[in-house]
């Protein structure tokens, strides 16, 4: 048995970091496409993070701030997991703020702060394809989306306005990015799609199991598909959050005893923990 | 009942070192060593290798070890740590023929030229738990033939090939030429040594059930195991900078050649055609898991209908990689709340909905639409 083996900086070869960069630029060149590329088994499995992992190695420098964020907090265990790993394996800074950080790495959420110019966001994403549970051969999809052809997703909308009155997509809801390309946001609830157009920030999605980046440059336009007689509606919550007051976050509902009683509080805890600041320096 | 809301830092290490401790077991029995799985553990080791595509016995055991014999997460380790190894090149073709037989089984013939070698096998033994194995002790040693010489076995499938009764097996791809599908991404359609090579490091369990499903129907090819043989392949790899093959070293193999159904047509005549199959280390199931595969999914190059599940490249391919497989499924343990506090929250509200429709007063039974209209 030889010695320990050693890696590079974030983990990733330079070689294969260049690949990844490659079809980065593609992917910012043509937004919303689904570019392959030919990902790497990582040390965490697979539905893991390993194509938001691979996108963040490839893309991080020593300067770099980053915070990783799982189910929008800073302290879920695979955020843990992911943030110490780029700690171990590229020693770059850390933090929990939105604001501070350049490259934040997300899995299900979109930070409540708004993005500025020059930030990143990589998204974590499972099944890059929105087409994917109404047609499920890739050669089919990738036909379709080359002739534009996205009949089947407003047919399967439709259907759950005829079934349910509206429709019926919480998260994972589909966009169409830059007029173009029907794109899966990853399941980020439709609660955070709107904040996905016009973005300041560069938003890069990886898909490690599935092979495939795409991206979102800044500024470009992200409407969610929907109709004229039934807009996209996001979704409204009728509580406040009951650590910090807001009434225009994404609140995660804590049962909190088998009574049923129950508490509402921000997914995001660094938005909830700012806001909770806030609100005690103006009471003061 | 206070449910803990978000888990940390301290439970995972926690979590860890618990694990350490449920690996190890009971301290009072004596810690088992990396060589002695790898001596004694060989066919769990061929495993790991072959699915976690990396040659490297000493390796392979130490992820046994640290995967508490758990192969698939082995695999996982051993292919996580292949992906950070530099690529040097590609080795020469690997001359199976010249191979160094300790096992050679054709169902074919009777007799073949080198002559039917059953070596160690499972084959032929009764499967009754032997109590000797409880205890300590070495076996009895093997019995040598007498002045054993190393000896030519030529490939099996040859000798049809002689008289044209078996389509030939196509040429490789030329030096430079393979496509490594640890650096390109998938894309369909795939040609054959893409499919090769994703078969040769697919999960053995899928493979088999798959290769099982063609027998029973599900894309019938009619397979008879022309050869399956198991030894030591020497590797060679062409070194640019001196001009000549610089041999690498010995690898175990096994290698199954199909023998599987005949075709022929107006211009062609018939002729068998071939299923092929090669894996590290003594694997005879995943050899022959992997030759009737490839077979099945040859159905529209060799013009026949396709429609099980073993003929779809696109399935077969997209599947069979337990690492992939196993880190999805296993990724629903990661919290899913945000979705779910969405979904429970249209859940909610088509409830409201589906109670205020039925609560309200209705004016007429016949301007209520039916389920069947609804859908509509």
Known sequence: ?284 | MYVAVKGGEKAIDNAHQLLASERRGNPAVPEISTDQIREQMTLAVARVMAEGSLYAPDLAALAIKQARGDLIEAIFLLRAFRTTLPRFGESMPVNTAAMQVRRRVSAVFKDIPGGQVLGPTFDYTHRLLDPRLGQSGDPAPPPRAEGAAPFEAPHVLGLLDREGLIERAPAGPDAGEAQDITRTPLSFPADRQTRLQTLARGDEGFLLALAYSTQRGYGRTHPFAGEIRVGEAELYFMAPELGFEVPLGEIVLTECEMVNQFQGGADEAPRFTRGYGCVFGQSERKAMSMALVDRSLRAAELGESAGAPAQDEEFVMSHCDNVQATGFVEHLKLPHYVDFQAELALVRQLRREWRDAREAPVESTTTRPSKGEAAQ
């Open chain 1, 1 to 284: 048995m030889s010695d320990f083996p050693s890696y590079n900086f974030a983990y990733l070869d330079e070689q294969t970091k260049r690949m990844i960069r490659r079809s980065i630029l593609k992917a910012i060149a043509t937004p919303g496409y689904q570019v392959p590329f030919a990902s790497r088994e990582m040390p965490m499995p697979y539905g893991w993070g390993t194509g938001g992992v691979q996108v963040t190695a490839a893309i991080l420098g020593r300067d770099d701030v980053l915070k990783v964020i799982d189910q929008g907090a800073d302290d879920t265990t695979n955020a843990v997991s992911i943030r110490k790993f780029f700690e171990k394996t590229s020693g770059v800074r850390t933090t929990t703020s939105t604001p501070e950080a350049s490259i934040i790495q997300t899995r299900h959420r979109i930070p409540e702060a708004p993005l500025r110019e020059g930030q990143v966001l990589v998204y974590q994403v499972p099944i890059p394809e929105p087409l994917r549970f109404l047609e499920p051969r890739e050669t089919e999809t990738r036909r379709m989306h080359a002739l534009e052809d996205y009949g089947v997703m407003h047919v399967k909308l439709y259907e759950d306005i005829s079934r349910h009155g509206h429709i019926a997509t919480s998260y994972a809801y589909p966009v169409k990015v830059a007029g173009r390309y029907v794109m899966d946001p990853s399941p980020t609830p439709k609660f955070d799609n709107p904040k996905m157009n016009d973005c300041p920030a560069l938003q890069l999605f990886g898909a490690g199991r599935e092979k495939r980046i795409y991206a979102v440059p800044p500024y470009t336009s992200v409407i969610s598909l929907d109709f004229e007689d039934h807009p996209f509606e996001r979704t409204k919550f009728d509580n406040v959050c009951a650590l910090c007051g807001s009434t225009n976050t994404f609140l995660d509902e804590v049962v909190m005893n088998d009574e049923g009683a129950r508490m509402y509080v921000c997914s995001d805890t660094d938005y909830c923990e700012q806001h909770r600041g806030d609100r005690k320096e103006t009471g003061a």
